[in-house]
């Protein structure tokens, strides 16, 4: 399943904090938020939206002035009319870039850097292990009239600044169709002062059933003494664990219902074997 992007939402709610503006993130199976926020004031300490799901803040970044951070949310609820929110204890100017993906529930590492001028900062190599990979960068430079740019090509870009002064941030995202090492590198013009950047990458793919739940099938029909049946729902146990297949999955419990509710006697192992297929 490739990895899709749904739809992005942003917000410079100001000193105090606050939310995005709404977006629709019906089908996504990934949150990812960077935060840009003002290094020199208290730092970001919520992270929040309106369906209630909790994020996983990665590494925070500052130097002077410039603040960066990455958050996640795997398996999110989602819909229409969707808003993140930030704030802090203080004065923390954020700069919310919230994007919703498809196809992906798996994060795997992160990178970054600061400097404390300069015209480019890179991010530092990341390497996915497979194809097809989501590669989320963020950056926060301290001054509001900077126009940034992103290297190598290919990432889709989104820029905020605040309205009242303060930081400028920007986040982009490209999806790897062959893995391979990567640093994204953003430029400004004109050069910045204070400046920091992260990197995070999440694979292709979703989250596997729990194989606890197949063991505990096998158990159901052991007890059930039904040898034949055994045999069935332990080949239907592999197919479940080879195509991670959580329709199948949903099935075979489906089956262990069925299984209890009918008498023991031969006949039950060839009814089984219909319903599973």
Same mark, same amino acid.
């Given at each position: 399943?490739?990895?899709?992007?749904?739809?992005?939402?942003?917000?410079?709610?100001?000193?105090?904090?606050?939310?995005?503006?709404?977006?629709?993130?019906?089908?996504?199976?990934?949150?990812?938020?960077?935060?840009?926020?003002?290094?020199?004031?208290?730092?970001?300490?919520?992270?929040?939206?309106?369906?209630?799901?909790?994020?996983?803040?990665?590494?925070?970044?500052?130097?002077?002035?410039?603040?960066?951070?990455?958050?996640?949310?795997?398996?999110?609820?989602?819909?229409?009319?969707?808003?993140?929110?930030?704030?802090?204890?203080?004065?923390?100017?954020?700069?919310?870039?919230?994007?919703?993906?498809?196809?992906?529930?798996?994060?795997?590492?992160?990178?970054?850097?600061?400097?404390?001028?300069?015209?480019?900062?890179?991010?530092?190599?990341?390497?996915?292990?497979?194809?097809?990979?989501?590669?989320?960068?963020?950056?926060?430079?301290?001054?509001?009239?900077?126009?940034?740019?992103?290297?190598?090509?290919?990432?889709?870009?989104?820029?905020?600044?605040?309205?009242?002064?303060?930081?400028?941030?920007?986040?982009?995202?490209?999806?790897?169709?062959?893995?391979?090492?990567?640093?994204?590198?953003?430029?400004?013009?004109?050069?910045?002062?204070?400046?920091?950047?992260?990197?995070?990458?999440?694979?292709?793919?979703?989250?596997?059933?729990?194989?606890?739940?197949?063991?505990?099938?096998?158990?159901?029909?052991?007890? +059930? #003494?039904? *040898?034949? @049946?055994? =045999? !069935? %729902? /332990?080949? &239907? $146990?592999?197919?479940?664990?080879? +195509? #991670?297949? *959580?329709? @199948?999955? =949903? !099935? %075979? /419990?489906? &089956? $262990?219902?069925?299984?209890?509710?009918?008498?023991?006697?031969?006949?039950?192992?060839?009814?089984?074997?219909?319903?599973?297929?």
């Amino acid at each position: 399943m490739a990895i899709t992007h749904i739809a992005t939402g942003t917000g410079a709610p100001g000193a105090g904090g606050g939310w995005t503006a709404p977006f629709d993130s019906t089908g996504a199976t990934l949150l990812v938020v960077g935060i840009t926020s003002w290094g020199s004031g208290n730092p970001i300490n919520n992270v929040a939206d309106n369906y209630a799901n909790t994020f996983t803040g990665l590494t925070v970044r500052v130097t002077g002035t410039a603040r960066h951070r990455i958050y996640y949310c795997i398996s999110p609820v989602t819909g229409p009319g969707h808003t993140v929110w930030a704030s802090g204890a203080g004065n923390t100017y954020p700069i919310i870039i919230a994007s919703a993906f498809a196809g992906s529930e798996i994060y795997h590492s992160e990178s970054g850097a600061t400097a404390a001028s300069g015209a480019s900062i890179a991010s530092g190599i990341v390497t996915p292990p497979s194809n097809g990979a989501l590669i989320f960068t963020g950056v926060a430079v301290a001054n509001a009239g900077s126009t940034n740019t992103l290297s190598p090509a290919g990432f889709t870009l989104t820029h905020r600044n605040q309205a009242s002064g303060g930081p400028n941030g920007s986040a982009g995202w490209l999806v790897q169709a062959v893995a391979a090492g990567i640093d994204p590198t953003w430029a400004f013009s004109p050069a910045q002062g204070a400046q920091t950047v992260n990197t995070a990458v999440f694979l292709d793919g979703l989250l596997t059933p729990p194989p606890a739940r197949v063991s505990q099938l096998g158990l159901e029909v052991l007890e +059930r #003494q039904d *040898i034949t @049946l055994n =045999a !069935r %729902v /332990s080949q &239907v $146990a592999m197919e479940v664990l080879e +195509r #991670q297949d *959580i329709t @199948l999955y =949903a !099935r %075979v /419990s489906q &089956v $262990a219902l069925e299984v209890l509710r009918i008498p023991a006697k031969s006949e039950s192992s060839e009814q089984i074997s219909i319903w599973i297929d």
